[in-house]
């Protein structure tokens, strides 16, 4: 059976919505078994090897001088993550839109207060 025969075939079967495609690539016949028994041995030697780093990571966890190195970048990333909010403002003003189901909020300007707002996008249209 050629493809075209069996396009109209499948077409009778599906209908009218029928797609494929075609993937040059794959492996066929016995070159697919081959890689079928390698993908198998090798799936054992990745499972020995997880089990090392596992292993290994678990003794790293346990070493105090990692945990106290650990500590101290948790307490920074707190407090660099706790200024965050110097870069933000009060209020923000902007058009909102929905496109497919997912509202967005498109910040045009934002102050401290309703006058900062008001002159930044004035300053903006004035362009």
């Not at 706790?82 to 009060?90: F, I, K």
């Amino acid at each position: 059976m050629n493809k075209n025969q069996a396009i109209v075939k499948l077409r009778a079967i599906l209908g009218r919505d029928l797609a494929y495609r075609i993937n040059p690539k794959v492996p066929v016949g016995e070159q697919r078994e081959a890689n079928l028994q390698c993908r198998i041995a090798l799936t054992e030697d990745l499972r020995v090897a997880k089990e090392a780093a596992e292993a290994r990571r678990r003794e790293i966890l346990a070493d105090p001088e990692y945990q106290r190195l650990q500590g101290r970048v948790e307490e920074l990333r707190r407090e660099r993550d706790s200024l965050y909010s110097a870069d933000h403002h009060r209020i923000e003003v902007g058009t909102s839109s929905d496109v497919g189901g997912l509202g967005f909020f498109h910040i045009r300007a934002s102050g401290d207060n309703w006058a900062e707002v008001v002159a930044k996008l004035t300053e903006i249209k004035a362009k």
